[in-house]
């Protein structure tokens, strides 16, 4: 991983919580708990989605894959296309179950929500700037996109962010969406 790499994931990470958080503070419990219909995602559990699977790849998953022997003839499925996986995430591009790991379940009391984010998303940032691995050389598969470089699975877990912010910000323009916060 280069300076500019470890630049560029720090700020990413940084950003796309930042732009969730915004987004996010503030709701009541009636607002985080709306789903526009049975089948749908409320905006909890979509925050409950980001944290679970932010400390499965960041916490548990880039840890793992720091343990293995460097392969020097291994490489991603998306090598030298970064942008373009963040692309594919970040613009809900493709639709996608998550796997059951990392289903909400209401795991956390809602007023917990955004201090688990918040301290899943500092871990991440300090692994980043903490880290004196090279991140292009370890790998992880992804079940849609194959193999990954730890380094794409820093900005994909950014992108991850901004796709589910996207959601969120869709359901708050949604029709039956509670407009004003619950007494």
């Not at 796997?99 to 201090?115: A, C, F, Q, S, Y």
Request: hydrophobic share 40%; with cysteine; aromatic share 6%.
């Amino acid at each position: 991983m280069t300076p500019a790499e470890r630049e560029r994931a720090v700020n990413y990470l940084t950003q796309s919580r930042d732009n969730l958080l915004r987004t996010v503070r503030g709701l009541s419990r009636e607002q985080l708990q709306f789903k526009p219909a049975p089948d749908r995602w409320s905006v909890a559990d979509c925050l409950e989605h980001l944290i679970l699977v932010e400390n499965r790849r960041i916490g548990e998953g880039i840890p793992a894959a720091l343990q293995q022997t460097v392969d020097p003839a291994r490489r991603s499925a998306y090598e030298g296309r970064d942008e373009e996986l963040v692309h594919l995430v970040a613009g809900r591009v493709q639709r996608a179950q998550a796997p059951e790991p990392v289903r909400p379940t209401g795991r956390w009391p809602h007023d917990r929500l955004i201090p688990e984010l918040e301290a899943v998303r500092e871990r991440s940032a300090d692994l980043v700037a903490m880290t004196q691995a090279n991140l292009r050389q370890y790998f992880s598969p992804h079940p849609l996109f194959g193999d990954l470089d730890c380094y794409q699975w820093l900005l994909l877990v950014a992108a991850h962010s901004d796709r589910h912010r996207a959601q969120i910000e869709e359901l708050i323009a949604s029709p039956g969406f509670p407009r004003a916060a619950a007494v």
